[in-house]
């Protein structure tokens, strides 16, 4: 499964963007999709997960309540709609897909990678 995503930008404190994740070579509808990040000098944190039907979702602490991780199976996509973003969202996104169906928010299930999408939000 190859991932791509999209949607990154610079926005201003307050602002919102969507993130897009698509697959190519083959369907990722079967696999848990997440959605990770990552600032200068900070390890790959994990931020929103999503089962391989949509039915269950997890998201860290930090971005409970602002972000919403959705997918369209028919499109074979994955959003991240980011909302109320500030100073510290501030990172290069990616999303992965999982081996398992299930949601996770623990990096090691995550085996298929995207290249990357840079958020930057200004003070």
């Known amino acids: 499964v190859q991932l791509q995503a999209s949607g990154g930008g610079l926005v201003p404190a307050g602002g919102s963007l969507r993130l897009s994740c698509s697959a190519s070579r083959r369907t990722f509808s079967n696999n848990g999709v997440g959605w990770f990040r990552q600032a200068p000098g900070k390890d790959r944190e994990f931020v929103a997960g999503i089962s391989w039907n949509g039915g269950s979702t997890t998201y860290a602490d930090s971005v409970k309540g602002r972000f919403i991780i959705s997918r369209d199976i028919a499109k074979n996509t994955v959003s991240l709609q980011m909302n109320s973003l500030q100073p510290e969202d501030t990172a290069v996104y990616y999303c992965?897909?999982?081996?398992?169906?299930?949601?996770?928010?623990?990096?090691?299930?995550?085996?298929?990678w995207g290249q990357g999408t840079q958020v930057t939000v200004s003070s």
């Open positions: 992965a897909a999982s081996l398992r169906a299930t949601v996770s928010a623990a990096r090691s299930e995550y085996r298929y």
